[in-house]
């Protein structure tokens, strides 16, 4: 991606969308018509997909707890969203991932984002859960889940693995917040903090 590639060459604040768009080949005028502004470049294009995770909580069934809402419609989400994302090698998933976390302006923004979804979900859940579900518990629940998606899907960009090992990591996370944090027991030869082995000797 041009915009990444310039960003980490010539850091993110002296970066110019004129810039950008020269690099892309594109006019900048085009460049506004898919972006408001250059720190969309790397949070784009999910707004309009939520409304797939939304509305996958508002179709609560009679049966299910709400974890059980809150986890299926992660899945549908993801099942919705996965296939839509462009194909991206580990070196160009480790640069953005690296970007977002050490440029206080993107930081800021990732931080907005992810606090303005984790406060929409649980609030979804409350709607689907009247009298049932108290705010402090959907926030707890939602929290739970997002944060482990997010981190787990981090470190497996941290460690350069490629995309498909990414959604398998946010899987894992989803996985440990459904089914909490005494689910998890160390095994011999999972992967350590470093991406290395661990033995069983």
């Not at 976390?101 to 303005?116: C, E, I, N, R, V």
């Not at 899987?171 to 689910?183: K, V």
Request: no cysteine; net charge negative; charged share 20%.
């Amino acid at each position: 991606m041009a915009a990444v590639r310039l960003f980490e060459e010539q850091g993110y604040e002296q970066t110019t969308v004129a810039q950008i768009a020269a690099a892309a080949d594109v006019d900048p005028k085009t460049f506004f018509n898919y972006f408001r502004s250059k720190d969309e470049v790397l949070f784009n294009d999910v707004e309009p997909d939520f409304d797939v995770l939304f509305g996958a909580i508002a179709e609560r069934r009679p049966e299910e707890s709400p974890g059980e809402v809150l986890v299926r419609a992660i899945q549908t989400y993801a099942a919705h969203r996965r296939p839509k994302v462009p194909a991206r090698e580990p070196v160009e998933l480790s640069a953005a991932a690296r970007l977002a976390l050490t440029t206080p302006a993107l930081q800021a923004k990732g931080l907005y984002l992810l606090l303005d979804l984790q406060q929409r979900i649980a609030g979804e859940l409350l709607k689907v859960f009247p009298g049932q579900l108290d705010p402090v518990t959907a926030a707890a629940m939602t929290g739970a889940v997002i944060g482990a998606i997010q981190q787990a899907g981090l470190a497996s960009v941290q460690l350069d693995r490629s995309q498909e090992e990414l959604w398998e990591a946010a899987q894992h996370g989803l996985d440990i917040a459904q089914h909490g944090l005494l689910s998890v027991r160390p095994s011999a030869g999972s992967p350590n903090l470093t991406g290395e082995r661990t033995s069983s000797s």
